[in-house]
């Protein structure tokens, strides 16, 4: 019966475990990279160990042992440095980073339930080999200290080291669970009996076995329970200290006394520690003599530790965690609330016209206001519980960075701003691939190698700087580096090489234009094609993935100084309001939050300039787009008047001709299908109060196609 | 065991989940549940419990601090605490008893041992 079989009915169990370990993973990426920099803060360091311990925990629980075990020694490197006894390193951060990337897989496939058999020495050794404090002279943990004599074994039977194993792991469990309330327990006989014999029987098992070292420890312990029970000494936490000191060193011995190179190990240490306390009967120091258990004096000792709640008062969580599923639900749900009302609101507006100065009507059009209202509410909370911060694209990104600097012997640094701007969750899916691929340029191109760098007179280290802020309703999302800058000479002549444009179209190109080439399909101009880059796809799929988010990409750079990415992506991308408008028969939405304004249209004012028609507005001058040219649409005779809507985007702007303005309404964008995919100029289709569907015009493609056709 | 009230405290929802199910297959089915102790001191209030079962380790207020805090009020002065703890947690639980816990349950555990842990404040075997 294979492990997934067994865990049958504990899906939501499995669930939880790979969402909250996914969780604590990244959290944990970021942590260590942070604590390698060498900013390390007692709240870091505990919130590493409380991750580390948590995967421990649940791993243990279900049975995951491998993962128990990383688990396990990642925490005890870190409680080592928690308590000062070991000093953080960066070698010691790359086995806990790689400890992390095993969670990493191993969650990945716990999440498709692939069952495997792990091989963890290798990593469990290198950790062991880290949490060895460098300073000898302090304290030695008996555990991990092995000795190097070979102790002869007597051969035994297989069978009969099995069933030690079985029944001395059965005791060693109940006495972990039972030691520690000796303090308590003290004067209870059976309960001291129980201990007593529990060791007993350790001893004479492991004795049989020709584990001296073990029968050593057991016999000791023995003795002093012996004590304990005739009373000639108290319990203190001392005692049951070493008392599980034995525990733990059994434990040891019972783990590796069925492997073929068993190693006993030594003794001496621990014994001595017991006899301590044995030779030392009766009393212990601070024994008082009438048995109580709790002297006043080691109440004072306890460890104090720093009240939480004043350095970092963060609000206390009360989340419930939604499968998204219904969350989509939900929000689809509101879409086709809106729609519901847009619907209701057209015919109020039909029965107004019919049965106007009723009393009936004006109640209609009160409950049509707040309607509209409450609709507009439902939509916003919907739309804010989809939102997520960005941290959770970017948190990844330090630790991404960190390896390819390694990779590419480059010294990089990642600042990173605004992680806690909110996107919705559509939009942080698709942002992350786009980033991941600017990151690995902005390293492996971008940035120079640190020799060239120091001859360039730049700082060794070369800085990425990576921000999202919002503005307005769009996200803007910056990546910068200070490296080599993008030369628009090279770009052109590697454009002209690979035919992607011709060198005649190359000639007349703004320089703005010609970088943008490095968007264009099949552009790559890494000299030789690595790892990191890719093969000139990347920047493709930068582009493509942002258009499909209605967003768009600036690049801004300058030789020698560096480039900068400037992603715009609007903040929601599911109900936005439009201004309705029709061109000749056809009615068309156009998303309010891009118009800058509407002017009526005086044909007299337009004019044209090499095929294209401009219109002097304000103080520049304005391309015209004609939406029944742009769309093929059919004239009908009887309109002329008609209006110029002006779009913008952030640096141009662009008049379209439609023939009437009808008035806003709020629009669900619907996608247009996998069939169509993206249509030129259309960015989706949403259903209207009617019932009819209308096209939504796509401004920002219109204004930038508009801009690259003024210069062509 | 439907009049025991018990008081559950553990910041990884995974835990909570798993041990939510012991408490369930044991019998309890009055069971707060809080993430850390702080969170905990917020949903007792006003409400009296008869048994606390708490992480140590937890963001915000620890099993330290909440226990600290619970043995110095009068209402919870005498309570049955049970920590959770793990193997190689020696020194907490050492402090925890010094604090006042009644007793310890080490994960990963099966309902049977937990059962038989709380069995010592409650009659859970009866009937």
Not at chain 1, 232 to 244: A, E, F, G, N, Q
Not at chain 1, 296 to 303: G, P
Request: charged share 30%; with cysteine; glycine share 6%.
């Amino acid at each position: 019966m294979g492990l997934f079989d067994q865990m049958a009915g504990m899906e939501d169990i499995l669930n939880d475990f790979v969402v909250e370990t996914t969780e604590l993973i990244e959290q944990l990426d970021e942590d260590l990279l942070t604590l390698e920099s060498g900013e390390v803060s007692e709240d870091m360091v505990n919130r590493i160990f409380r991750s580390f311990h948590t995967i421990k925990g649940t791993s243990g629980f279900l049975n995951f042992e491998a993962c128990n075990q990383l688990a396990h020694s990642a925490e005890n490197i870190l409680n080592l440095i928690r308590t000062k006894e070991l000093e953080p390193n960066s070698k010691m951060m790359d086995v806990l980073l790689e400890t992390v990337d095993w969670f990493k897989g191993f969650v990945g496939d716990i999440a498709e339930r692939v069952e495997k058999t792990y091989d963890i020495s290798e990593l469990l050794d290198a950790i062991e080999l880290n949490s060895k404090q460098p300073d000898s002279a302090k304290k030695v943990d008996q555990r991990s200290e092995r000795s190097k004599l070979k102790q002869s074994t007597v051969e035994v039977p297989r069978e009969l080291v099995q069933e030690f194993i079985s029944e001395s792991n059965e005791i060693l469990e109940t006495l972990d669970n039972d030691l520690l309330v000796l303090e308590l327990e003290a004067d209870d006989e059976e309960y001291v009996n129980s201990l007593f014999r529990a060791f007993h029987t350790l001893k004479g098992n492991s004795s049989l076995m020709g584990l001296e070292s073990m029968s050593d420890v057991a016999h000791k312990s023995e003795d002093l329970l012996g004590l304990l029970r005739e009373k000639k000494i108290t319990p203190s936490s001392d005692i049951v200290d070493v008392l599980l000191s034995s525990v733990d060193f059994m434990r040891v011995i019972v783990s590796e006394v069925d492997s073929d190179e068993f190693n006993d190990h030594d003794p001496s240490d621990l014994v001595n520690k017991l006899l301590q306390f044995v030779g030392k009967s009766p009393g212990n120091g601070n024994g008082n003599g009438n048995g109580k258990t709790h002297p006043s004096a080691e109440d004072k000792e306890i460890k104090k530790s720093p009240v939480s709640g004043s350095a970092s008062v963060k609000k206390i969580e009360s989340t419930i965690r939604v499968d998204v599923e219904r969350l989509e639900k939900l929000m689809n749900q509101a879409g086709e609330l809106v729609l519901e009302k847009n619907r209701l609101i057209q015919i109020s507006q039909l029965m107004k016209q019919k049965f106007s100065g009723e009393k009936e009507i004006s109640d209609l059009d009160s409950l049509n206001n707040s309607l509209g209202n409450v609709t507009t509410l439902i939509q916003e909370s919907v739309m804010q519980m989809r939102m997520l911060p960005i941290s959770k694209v970017f948190r990844k990104f330090p630790r991404m960075v960190r390896d390819l600097g390694k990779e590419n012997k480059k010294e990089v640094e990642l600042v990173i701003k605004g992680e806690d701007t909110e996107l919705d969750r559509s939009v942080i899916e698709c942002i992350g691939d786009p980033l991941v691929h600017l990151l690995r340029n902005a390293v492996d191109h971008g940035l120079e190698d640190t020799e060239t760098r120091l001859k360039l007179g730049k700082q060794r280290k070369g800085v990425i700087h990576l921000s999202a802020c919002q503005k307005g309703n769009y996200i803007i999302i910056e990546l910068a580096d200070d490296g080599s800058g993008i030369d628009p000479e090279i770009i052109a002549r590697k454009a002209v090489e690979k035919g992607i444009i011709t060198e005649e179209a190359q000639r007349t190109m703004s320089r703005k234009d010609i970088i943008n080439l490095i968007f264009k399909p099949g552009f790559s101009t890494a000299k030789v094609i690595t790892d990191v880059s890719g093969r000139g796809v990347g920047m493709d799929v930068v582009h493509s993935n942002i258009a499909k988010l209605n967003g768009s990409v600036e690049i801004k750079s300058e030789i020698g100084r560096g480039t900068t990415f400037i992603i715009k992506i609007p903040l929601t991308l599911t109900i936005q309001t439009g201004m309705v408008v029709r061109v000749w028969n056809e009615i068309y939405i156009v998303p309010l939050q891009n118009i800058l304004e509407t002017v009526k249209l005086q044909e007299n004012q337009i004019e044209k300039i090499r095929g294209c028609e401009i219109m002097k507005y304000r103080d520049f001058v304005l391309p015209i787009v004609r939406m029944d040219e742009l769309y093929n649409i059919p004239h009908s005779d009887e309109d002329s008047d008609q209006f110029i809507i002006i779009v913008a985007n952030e640096e141009s702007k662009l008049g379209l001709v439609v023939s009437e303005l009808i008035g806003q309404e709020e629009t669900v964008v619907k996608p247009m299908g996998e069939v169509l995919g993206k249509v030129p100029g259309i960015a989706g289709a949403t259903i209207r109060g009617d019932g009819r569907i209308s096209l939504i015009v796509d401004t920002s493609e219109l204004v930038e196609g508009a801009g690259l056709k003024e210069v062509a | 065991m439907e009049n025991i009230k018990v008081l559950f405290v553990e910041d990884s929802p995974t835990m909570r989940r798993i041990i939510m199910n012991s408490l369930t297959k044991i019998g309890f089915s009055d069971v707060i549940q809080a993430e850390h102790g702080e969170d905990a001191l917020k949903k007792i209030k006003g409400e009296t419990v008869d048994l606390i079962l708490t992480d140590w380790n937890m963001p915000e207020m620890n099993g330290e601090e909440l226990v600290r805090y619970l043995r110095k009020s009068e209402k919870y002065k005498d309570t049955p605490i049970v920590m959770i703890t793990t193997r190689g947690m020696k020194d907490d639980v050492l402090n925890a008893i010094k604090l006042g816990v009644n007793g310890y349950v080490v994960k990963p555990f099966t309902p049977e041992i937990l059962k038989k842990k709380l069995a010592k404040f409650f009659d859970l075997y009866a009937g």
